[in-house]
């Protein structure tokens, strides 16, 4: 479903900024409280969690088919301890659950038996984390994009996408983007895609989660509206 409307794609996401060369002003000045990038991988045939270097490049590789084709993600960005993975994972929410971890950065997809699929992500900085239970209310495919008001009064240079920022790569949501509910009404929060890959393992946004975008995709593809998820405290 493609959201295009004014305030479909509005979310909290003050602190994530478009991407591409000619938003590179812009997205330093909407990284208010980024903390500092990550390391880069060694140059040797394996990162130092088990993956070989190899296998992240096709993991996060090039996706050219979609609306907007996506570049692949620079793997060294990123720490290898973020990258997707199945992992052990002892719940009792349901399978299909998301479980939100902010303070280690990670997003479960809970699989049944024991085990979840694990994401990297970024999550809200300092004085902007929440906790709760939500559900998906709605999904949208390269979602207009609209900042909310308070945004435009502390960084005034987001009032030039006042009436909304059509979709694309520039677009903070991305391609994909996980609307969150409570109680029948949407609560400004997403879990969205970011091509951002020094984004990861970092609190940068007002309380939106952002997941490199191969595995936003990954997500979304397996996730219905209506699907609980859990944030835990930080």
Known sequence: MIIDDENAGRGRMDGIAPLGRRAQLSRRSFLAGSAAGLGALGLGGCTTDGMSLAEAQKLYGPVPEEKFPIPAIDVSKVDPKYFRRKVAYDTKEAPGTIIVDPGNYYVYRVEGDG?????????????????????????????????????????????????????????????????????????????????????????????????????????????????KVVVLPA
């Not at 559900?135 to 945004?151: D, F, H, I, L």
Request: hydrophobic content about 30%; overall charge positive; glycine content about 12%.
């Open 115 to 227: 085990t979840a699929t694990r994401y990297g992500a970024n999550v809200g900085r300092d004085g902007f984390r929440w906790n709760g239970d939500a559900y998906v209310g709605r999904k949208s495919e390269w979602a207009t994009w609209t900042p909310p008001k308070e945004m435009i009064k502390r960084q005034p240079e987001a009032a030039k996408y006042a009436r909304g920022m059509p979709g694309g790569l520039d677009n903070p949501l991305g391609a994909r983007t996980l609307h969150l509910y409570q109680n029948g009404a949407y609560t400004l929060y997403t879990i969205y895609a970011s091509l951002d890959a020094e984004s990861i393992g970092n609190g940068i946004t007002s309380g939106c989660i952002g997941l490199l975008t191969q595995d936003m995709l990954h997500l979304y593809d397996q996730t219905p509206v209506k699907t």
